[in-house]
């Protein structure tokens, strides 16, 4: 799972489960989906639109093995679709080209909670940032060491996971405080 964290504030979640079926995903994603309308927090999928239309949340997020972005917007319509860009401009110049509702970009870091195969750089990210008005996401290692030199350089959220779920030091609403 996924929190995308802005100025102390928890804007979307991503509710990311690779190893569960449809049927346990429904049964989960429904209870998030109370919270977060409790909370007002935009509620996205993970690499499931279909998911994501069965339960009638925000949106959802696609990587680049995923539903294309054109086949997944006729099936949920004007949702948020966000698409992973990896550290590609081409992949960028697609995905804002096809009218994603934001780019995630990155990794930036080192993660424990997926393989770094793509590594982005604040340069990256400068680039992209010149190039459009889309949302930025960056993703990757983000912790409280490291989050704020993204934020000074224009990513507009921020996404973090494992700081947040596997801090063994902290509490999740304890590791969020730590980002100010």
Not at 27 to 42: A, D, H, P, R, S
Not at 84 to 112: D, R, W
Request: glycine content about 4%; proline content about 1%.
């Amino acid at each position: 799972m996924h929190e995308v964290l802005r100025s102390k504030k928890v804007s979307f979640f991503q509710l990311r489960l690779k190893k569960e079926n449809f049927k346990k995903k429904i049964i989960i994603g429904k209870k998030i989906k109370k919270i977060c309308e409790k909370f007002n927090v935009k509620f996205l999928v993970n690499d499931d639109v279909f998911l994501s239309k069965k339960l009638n949340i925000d949106g959802c997020h696609l990587g680049q093995k995923d539903m294309n972005i054109l086949e997944a917007r006729k099936f949920i319509g004007n949702k948020i679709i966000g698409i992973t860009c990896h550290n590609s401009i081409k992949l960028v110049k697609n995905a804002i080209k096809n009218k994603a509702s934001y780019l995630a970009i990155g990794a930036f870091n080192t993660s424990k909670t997926k393989k770094v195969k793509f590594k982005a750089s604040i340069n990256l990210l400068k680039k992209v940032r010149k190039m459009t008005k889309t949302p930025i996401v960056a993703i990757g290692g983000i912790n409280s060491d490291n989050y704020k030199k993204l934020l000074l350089n224009k990513a507009n959220f921020l996404a973090i996971s494992g700081y947040i779920w596997n801090n063994k030091k902290l509490k999740p609403i304890e590791a969020i405080k730590n980002l100010k």
